[in-house]
């Protein structure tokens, strides 16, 4: 699957479900999957988050653009679910060093979503309330998850 996603010659419609089939090797395997390739598994995450938030060049290219929205919250979904696995196998420390850069790309995405897309802000406010949860002490977090961003998307919901 790693080498699925980082193969810049295959069609991007086939790393969505790659994506998604990560979460659920985590999910199934937990201990052993965390192991081995939770740490890759994040690093994939980080790079996609950047790709999914480089939205100025497709202005005008409709299908990059719902491909990249849907890309941002595959990696949302992706993150709750990593986050849910390594809590349970005790390695969400893994996480910590990832915890600005997924902070960082929440905030991106509601910049890009300028309305309201109540299925963006239920990810966002899901992975966030994760996140505040496992990490309740981090002091990065405490400033991040009261951010004004965060704090309208909860009031819309």
């Given at each position: 699957m790693h080498k699925i996603l980082g193969d810049e010659t295959l069609d991007r419609k086939i790393k969505l479900p790659a994506l998604h089939a990560l979460g659920d090797?985590?999910?199934?395997?937990?201990?052993?999957f965390n192991q081995k390739f939770l740490s890759p598994t994040l690093m994939i995450l980080s790079i996609a988050t950047r790709t999914s938030t480089a939205v100025a060049n497709y202005a005008n290219d409709v299908d990059t653009l719902e491909f990249l929205k849907e890309l941002r919250e595959e990696i949302m979904d992706q993150y709750i679910t990593l986050l849910m696995s390594a809590s349970d196998?005790?390695?969400?420390?893994?996480?910590?060093?990832?915890?600005?850069?997924?902070?960082?790309?929440?905030?991106?995405?509601?910049?890009?979503?300028?309305?309201?897309?109540?299925?963006?802000?239920k990810l966002i406010v899901s992975l966030v309330g994760d996140i505040a949860t496992h990490f309740p002490k981090h002091q990065s977090v405490q400033?991040?998850?009261?951010?004004?961003y965060i704090e309208k998307g909860i009031l819309v919901l």
């Open positions: 090797l985590c999910i199934y395997c937990g201990e052993a196998t005790n390695h969400k420390g893994l996480f910590e060093e990832y915890l600005d850069n997924i902070f960082d790309f929440l905030e991106q995405t509601c910049n890009i979503e300028s309305k309201f897309d109540l299925k963006i802000i400033t991040k998850a009261t951010k004004d």
